[in-house]
């Protein structure tokens, strides 16, 4: 049985940082492209990093790009989501995914190409 789970969401102050892990059992975590998703209250849930199965390339979303970083640890089976200079507008429910491809290419962003998804961990950014 696959499961996939997020930890690390809290509330912090804007201009903070976080640090967002997913552990995934059942599964060969190299054998998957990985990623985080993001969803706000009354808006629909957008592709916001992905990195391929051996951690070569990664992708980034331009609301993120330059203060989120995506890292994974295949020996481990554990992604994670350096988030720095955070902002209001971050505020969030954050999924890791793992999708059914191991190169991102150019399908990061669709949630059709998940394979599996944790089930979110939260996190608030106050001004």
């Known amino acids: 049985q696959v499961q996939v789970s997020e930890s690390g969401g809290d509330s912090v102050q804007a201009g903070g940082s976080l640090t967002l892990s997913c552990t995934a059992s059942?599964?060969?975590?190299?054998?998957?492209?990985v990623g985080w998703f993001r969803q706000a209250p009354g808006k629909e849930r957008e592709g916001i990093t992905c990195?391929?199965?051996?951690?070569?390339?990664?992708n980034y979303a331009d609301a993120v790009k330059g203060r989120f970083t995506i890292s994974r640890d295949n020996a481990q089976n554990t992604m994670f989501l350096q988030m720095n200079s955070l902002k209001v507008e971050d505020t969030a429910v954050y999924y890791c995914?793992?999708?059914?491809?191991?190169?991102?290419?150019?399908?990061?962003?669709?949630?059709?190409?998940?394979?599996?998804w944790g089930q979110g961990t939260q996190v608030t950014v106050s001004s």
């Open positions: 995914v793992l999708y059914r491809v191991v190169y991102c290419s150019d399908i990061w962003r669709q949630t059709g190409y998940a394979a599996y």
């Open positions: 990195i391929h199965g051996n951690g070569g390339t990664k």
């Open positions: 059942g599964v060969r975590l190299m054998d998957y492209a």
